[in-house]
C-alpha cells in the first residue's frame, strides 16, 4: 500500500518562502512518476509540479515557473517543493501526488491520472 504523507504547509507573507514535503512509503518499484497538485477553495484542482523519480525533465505550471521547485530525494523516498516568492494567488491546499510509470507519466494537466494521493498540506500567503 502506496502511503503519501506531506508536511511543510505554512501561512506565509507574500514574497516568503516555504519547502513542501512529501514522504513516500510502501512502493514496489524503484522509480515512479510524482508530483505536487493543489486546489483553492471553489476552484479544481490544478497541476504545480511533476517529475519522474528515475530522472529526466521536471514539468512546471506556467503559474509559478522560475519560483517553484520540485526535486526528488531517492535515498529519503521523499518529494520537496521549494517555494520562492510566494504570492496571495499561491493559497491552496497542496497535495502530492505518485503514479506507475508505465509509458510515461500522466501530465501535469491529468491529475486524476495519479493513483495515489496524500492528505494535503495547507498553504497560506497574505498580502
Known amino acids: 500500500q502506496v502511503q503519501l504523507v506531506e508536511s511543510g504547509g505554512a501561512s506565509v507573507q507574500a514574497g516568503g518562502s516555504l519547502r513542501l514535503s512529501c514522504a513516500a512509503s510502501g512502493y514496489t518499484y524503484s522509480s515512479y512518476c510524482m508530483g505536487w497538485f493543489r486546489q483553492a477553495p471553489g476552484k479544481e484542482r490544478e497541476g504545480v509540479a511533476t517529475?519522474?523519480?528515475?530522472?529526466?525533465?521536471?514539468y512546471y505550471a506556467d503559474s509559478v515557473k522560475g519560483r517553484f521547485t520540485i526535486s526528488h530525494d531517492n535515498a529519503k523516498n521523499t518529494l520537496y517543493l521549494q517555494m520562492y516568492s510566494l504570492k496571495p494567488e499561491d493559497t491552496a491546499m497542496y497535495y502530492c501526488?505518485?503514479?506507475?510509470?508505465?509509458?510515461?507519466?500522466?501530465?501535469?494537466?491529468?491529475?486524476?491520472?495519479?493513483?495515489?494521493w496524500g492528505q494535503g498540506t495547507r498553504v497560506t500567503v497574505s498580502s
Open positions: 501526488a505518485a503514479q506507475d510509470y508505465e509509458s510515461g507519466c500522466p501530465a501535469l494537466e491529468d491529475p486524476y491520472k495519479y493513483n495515489y
Open positions: 517529475l519522474y523519480t528515475g530522472g529526466g525533465t521536471t
